[in-house]
């Protein structure tokens, strides 16, 4: 059973800030996946910065999506001080 995303804000370095339900937080790095396919569109970070939550997970405006596994398997978890 996946965690559902409850929060996400995009990031200069076109990484994303995510919490997730059980209150972990993270940082995943997109730039690994932006010359790839439907990934490409977010090489503008006009289109980027458009990120939002949909069904649990990250979406983006112009259609990309993530798998809510996916996003939680590459987020470094970020330690709250």
């Not at 370095?13 to 977010?42: C, H, Q, R």
């Amino acid at each position: 059973m996946y965690q559902a995303v409850v929060s996400v804000r995009p990031n200069e370095d076109f990484s994303l800030f995510v919490a997730f339900e059980d209150g972990i937080e993270g940082v995943l790095d997109m730039t690994p996946y932006l010359n790839f396919g439907v990934f490409k569109k977010l090489n503008d970070f006009e289109q980027f910065k458009r990120v939002r939550i949909a069904f649990d997970t990250v979406e983006w405006e112009c259609g990309v999506d993530l798998d809510p596994e996916f996003v939680r398997a590459k987020c470094r978890v970020v330690e709250r001080t």
